[in-house]
């Protein structure tokens, strides 16, 4: 016999029923009642749309739930979130069938939910627990893993912008009427034109010994630099000297995102640190794409890099491989 299809009331009610539980039962077992009843809000929801939501249709049909639910919810008088609903179906696929740690709230579980990589997730989760990290620090190493709220496909997006292309900002506390240049890693140059505004892109164009500045494409990708490799620190942090135009020169140590070697002292962390030496030769011209800092004020990055040492920019760009992909094909990751 072919089994009847869900309709909207129906889940409806069913999340609703198990908000109630929730709400209701909390207090008796701590984390473990809201734990388990979003884990079961999230089975309810992976039986309706069979691991599709992205499709219009898939679209449509959560928005009705939601309307639903906020209707039903009121009602019952429980707390509802529209977020909750997708965050109860990322913890199930990530967590349905593993034993949780009721140590961990749920505000951990959802940080951890959204860690592509099970991998990392899991050893985040250990790292959580033996640690006792609140959910404000665990965010933040999640972040600093790579895989934190996206896949993988944007994970390996490699460096694909222009060098030299820069922000104009206002951030002179003496004049407000004052342009500088942002050229990234707290450094900046003031702007003499009065033929730029604030927030526009530049670009930076060396002419023999003379730098010209024109105006660029407002969605040009900024943060992309040429740069060259003073030493390998580590299996996963490089010391590089970055090339800013105007003949500036930034010295930063480049954390490589999403790559994971093992620490220097082990066994497995001096072999991935002999890995990346033999791949990275000093005064090797590499490409780097920066993104934020980590806890250490150092810039997570992407590199770009070629076999040949004095690899020019469109070399990189073209063909240059992506070190951190590599890398995490290797396992570290």
Not at 17 to 42: A, C, D, P, R, W
Not at 54 to 59: A, C, G, N, P
């Amino acid at each position: 016999m072919k089994q009847r299809q869900k309709v909207p009331q129906d889940i409806t009610t069913e999340i609703a029923e198990v908000l109630k539980s929730i709400q209701t039962n909390t207090y008796k077992g701590g984390n473990k009642f809201f734990l388990e009843g979003y884990l079961k809000i999230g089975s309810l929801l992976s039986e309706e749309f069979n691991t599709d939501v992205t499709s219009e249709k898939s679209k449509q049909k959560m928005k009705n739930i939601i309307e639903r639910l906020s209707v039903e919810s009121q009602k019952i008088e429980v707390g509802f979130s529209r977020r909750s609903l997708y965050y109860a179906l990322k913890f199930y696929y990530a967590y349905h069938n593993k034993t949780l740690n009721y140590g961990l709230s749920w505000g951990h579980y959802r940080i951890l939910a959204s860690v592509s990589n099970a991998n990392a997730r899991r050893k985040l989760e250990k790292d959580a627990i033996e640690n006792g990290w609140n959910r404000f620090v665990l965010e933040r190493k999640a972040r600093e893993s790579g895989y934190y709220g996206g896949g993988r496909s944007l994970k390996w997006n490699r460096p694909s912008g222009e060098i030299f292309h820069y922000k104009i900002v206002n951030k002179d506390s003496n004049n407000k009427d004052n342009l500088w240049i942002d050229l990234g890693f707290n450094c900046f140059h003031s702007l003499d034109s009065k033929n730029f505004k604030s927030n526009a892109i530049l670009r930076l164009k060396k002419e023999k010994k003379n730098w010209q500045i024109e105006n660029a494409d407002p969605k040009s990708f900024l943060y992309h630099y040429f740069c060259t490799l003073e030493r390998v620190v580590d299996g996963d942090t490089l010391l590089v000297q970055i090339s800013l135009g105007f003949d500036l020169i930034s010295r930063q140590k480049i954390r490589l995102l999403g790559v994971n070697a093992p620490e220097l002292g082990s066994a497995d962390g001096e072999k991935a640190f002999e890995l990346l030496k033999k791949k990275l030769k000093p005064g090797m011209n590499l490409l780097l794409r920066t993104h934020f800092q980590d806890k250490y004020g150092r810039y997570l990055g992407d590199i770009l890099y070629s076999k040949n040492k004095k690899s020019d920019y469109k070399t990189l760009i073209e063909s240059g491989i992506h070190l951190n992909e590599e890398l995490s094909n290797l396992g570290y990751e």
